[in-house]
């Protein structure tokens, strides 16, 4: 059976790889597959993660084991076959590739070929270069930053306001500076 990948990125806009593998291939040998359609080395600690339908990581599938206690399932690469964890259409995964700044890659499964099986990975789409494997961390923690400013100023806080006709002059009758209005 062959699975064919979608891969995206959100630092640019433009990128784009899919991926086909044979189902009974290991998440190694996808990993390596994405590394090469990039021209990332292959020698940096990455990461898969299983998501639900919102992006939020469920089970890992690392490339070492850590031997850190975590409540959710750890895989190896290695050892695990995709097939195992990945069954239907529309899977999503992240591909952490840079564990400093928890970059990362969007994946989904969006085709599977039942009656086809592959030797090897094959790289059918291969649109826009690829963010940095790595980047500069001050450069990274003042694009971060700009961001978060750029997202405060978008913000309207108007609607959080209390507003004029919330008393009326009614309810503030008899009470003088001195009343304890909480009792």
């Known amino acids: 059976?062959?699975?064919?990948?979608?891969?995206?990125?959100?630092?640019?806009?433009?990128?784009?790889?899919?991926?086909?593998?044979?189902?009974?291939?290991t998440f190694l040998e996808l990993r390596n597959a994405i590394c090469d359609s990039v021209g990332y080395d292959k020698g940096q600690m990455n990461s898969f993660f299983l998501c639900d339908d919102n992006w939020e990581k469920e089970t890992e599938i690392t490339l070492e084991d850590m031997d850190v206690d975590s409540d959710n399932d750890v895989c190896l690469m290695e050892e695990?076959?995709?097939?195992?964890?990945?069954?239907?259409?529309?899977?999503?995964?992240?591909?952490?590739?840079?564990?400093?700044t928890d970059r990362c890659?969007?994946?989904?499964?969006?085709?599977?070929?039942?009656?086809?099986?592959?030797?090897?990975?094959?790289?059918?789409v291969s649109?826009?270069?690829?963010?940095?494997?790595?980047?500069?961390?001050?450069?990274?923690?003042?694009?971060?930053d700009a961001k978060a400013a750029?997202?405060?100023?978008?913000?309207?806080?108007?609607d959080d306001l209390p507003t004029d006709d919330l008393y009326n002059d009614e309810d503030l009758e008899g009470l003088s500076d001195d009343t304890d209005i909480f009792g």
């Open 1 to 25: 059976m062959i699975y064919t990948f979608r891969i995206v990125s959100d630092e640019v806009d433009n990128f784009r790889r899919e991926i086909s593998i044979d189902s009974d291939a």
């Open 80 to 100: 695990t076959p995709i097939i195992d964890l990945i069954e239907e259409q529309g899977q999503r995964l992240i591909f952490v590739f840079d564990y400093m």
């Open 105 to 124: 890659f969007f994946m989904e499964l969006k085709k599977i070929d039942p009656m086809q099986h592959l030797l090897d990975p094959v790289v059918s």
């Open 127 to 144: 649109r826009g270069n690829a963010p940095a494997q790595f980047i500069d961390l001050d450069n990274f923690e003042s694009e971060i």
């Open 150 to 158: 750029k997202a405060a100023e978008d913000i309207d806080y108007s």
